[in-house]
């Protein structure tokens, strides 16, 4: 997916393997008007990890401390195995960092731009123009590389930015709010290029994102703060898994416009428990297997269509309903862009 493809990557010779990527212990930050973070106890595992929360949670406090560029009122927080306050520089070298603000010198071409961020983390010279045009061929923008940032639409700036992030072959990458502002095509881009920078080259990342959906698609881990709490952390597949029973979706024929209600009642009459989550049903049982076949002979004896059938699972947003006790001011489930 661009000449990064054939690039070899190399690790600080004093890069520590560390298992967690971020840890906290008791972590606060307090503000003149208000505490950002409130006793954070959190690890953030290797892979693609997912930072939500709705605005004002804690998510760019918890990044900026992490990138050393603010010191906690009290706890601690290692990345990398190393204290950004006392290892600032040496930390940042091994950090690529994505900001949710656009702040471009408009009159810079994005190559010059990469370049010199790349030439900041440390690299040569000859190096860093290399990289700069190869993490531009990785996220599509290598035959736009010498255009002027303020003709770039903001779908490009968004792709320069990840660009400048992984140009000085970071460890870890933290992005804040990677795809604001971008159209669905551009957010699905932008997710693979996420996905492609952790599997083809084995850097780690943390995204900030208060739309749940993108979350659920492509992390392996997930971070979710409320209020400077932690409200859920672990793998996607422990907080969002399957809960036991099997959701449908019916396709109601043309003449038979009470198919579901018949195909509930079927249901119901077989001893199964049935739940009504238009446009189908949730259908619980002992054993999943069985109520699949019981689902089947109910749909096809109502004279219905099965237009979607699979294990029940958790959302996202299911776990901050649960551990908030109420649905108020959650992170978006919406794919549309925003700003936090």
Known sequence: MGRMGDATRTVPCDAVAVSSIIETTGLVMEFPSTRALDGLDLRV????????????????????LALGLLKPTSGGISVLGLDPSADGPQ???????????????????????????????????????????????????????????????TGQRQRVKLAQAIAADPRLIVLD?????????????????????????????????????????ICDNVIALDAGR????????????????????????????DSIDLVAQRLVAGGWTVARRDPGLTVTGENDEEVFDAVVRAVADSGARIGRLGRRRRTLDDVFTNERGDSSDRPSTARTGGTE
């Open 45 to 64: 595992s290797p892979g693609v990890t997912g930072l939500v929360g709705a605005n004002g949670a804690g998510k760019t406090t918890l990044i900026s």
């Open 91 to 153: 930390l940042r070298a091994m950090i690529g960092y994505g900001p949710e603000r656009n702040v471009f010198p408009d009159d810079m071409v994005a190559y010059d731009y990469v370049r010199h961020f790349a030439q900041i983390r440390g690299l040569p010279r000859d190096e860093a123009r290399s990289r700069a045009s190869d993490s531009l061929y990785l996220v599509g923008l290598g035959e736009e590389r010498f255009r002027a940032l303020g003709t770039m639409s």
């Open 230 to 257: 932690l409200v859920a952390q672990g793998s996607l597949d422990e907080l969002a898994g399957a809960l036991g029973g099997v959701d449908v979706e019916i396709v109601e024929v043309a003449d038979r416009r």
């Open 177 to 217: 709010e990677p795809t604001d502002g971008l159209d669905p095509v551009q957010r699905d881009e932008m997710l693979a290029i996420i996905v492609d920078v952790n599997r083809k080259f084995g850097i780690d990342v943390m995204l900030s994102s208060h739309v749940l959906e993108e979350v659920e698609r």
